[in-house]
C-alpha cells in the first residue's frame, strides 16, 4: 500500500493535502483450488456512486456515513475489487484464461459482482473495522443460466483510528474476500462444466 501525498486523517475538517492509498494485496492460491481448462471473464462490479468513488467511507454511527477528509482512494474500490480478484486468479495459474468483460475474450463463463458495502464501519467500537461486502453470481455465457451466487463479508478491524491503519485493515479485508472469491469461483465453475461439458472445458 502506498501513500503518496502527506495528508490528514480526521473526519470533517478543513482542506488539507491528501494522502492516496493504493491497496495491492497479493493472494496466493490455495491447494484446494481445481484446476480448470475454461475461460471467464469478470464484469465491473456494481456499486452505488457514495461507495464507488475515490472517497474513503466511513460509518460514525449506524446509519450515517461520511468521508475522511485529506485521504482517498488511488482507484474507485470497484476496480480495487475487480484488479484483486483478476490478479488473484491469473498468479494461481489454475485456469485457462481469465479478463475482464469487454476484453475480447471468448469465455465460458462470466462473473458479476455488486459491492454492497466497502466502509470504515465504527459499529459503537472505539475503532472502525473495514468492512467489505460483495454478492457474486457466475453465469453460463452459453445460455446465460446462472450457474451459482453467494454474499461474501470480510471484517478487518484496523489498528488504530488513523486513516493509514483504516487503509492497511481495507488492504487485509481485499485479500481475504479476493481468495474467498477466487475459490468459489474456480469450485462452482468446475462442478457445473462437470456436469454440463462445454467445447472449452476439461472432459
Known amino acids: ?43 465491473r462490479p456494481e456499486a452505488a456512486r457514495m461507495l464507488d468513488s475515490t472517497r474513503i467511507v466511513v460509518r460514525p454511527t449506524p446509519g450515517e456515513l461520511q468521508v475522511y477528509k485529506g485521504a482517498a482512494w488511488a482507484r474507485p474500490p470497484g476496480e480495487q475489487l475487480q484488479d484483486t480478484l483478476l490478479h488473484t486468479l491469473q498468479d494461481s495459474q489454475r485456469i485457462r484464461a481469465v479478463a475482464r468483460q469487454g476484453s475480447g475474450l471468448a469465455a465460458d463463463y462470466r462473473l458479476e459482482l455488486e459491492l454492497r458495502r466497502y466502509e470504515a464501519d465504527y459499529a459503537g467500537n472505539p475503532v472502525p473495522v473495514a468492512t467489505i461486502e460483495v454478492a457474486a453470481r ?15 463479508l470480510q471484517a478487518v478491524p484496523a489498528a488504530g483510528t488513523d486513516t493509514a491503519r483504516v487503509a492497511q485493515a481495507f488492504g487485509q479485508a481485499l485479500a481475504a474476500i479476493g481468495h474467498d472469491l477466487a475459490g468459489w469461483t474456480l469450485a462452482s465453475g468446475q462442478a457445473h462444466a462437470r456436469r454440463h461439458p462445454q467445447p472449452s472445458a476439461a472432459p
Open 1 to 43: 500500500m502506498a501513500a503518496l501525498l502527506a495528508g490528514c486523517a480526521l473526519v470533517g475538517g478543513n482542506r488539507a493535502p491528501t494522502t492516496i492509498y493504493a491497496p495491492d494485496p497479493r493472494v496466493p492460491a490455495d491447494a484446494d483450488w481445481p484446476q480448470v481448462a475454461w475461460q471467464l471473464t469478470i464484469a
Open 138 to 152: 457466475l453465469l453460463d455465457t452459453g445460455d446465460r443460466q446462472v450457474v451459482a451466487t453467494r454474499t461474501f
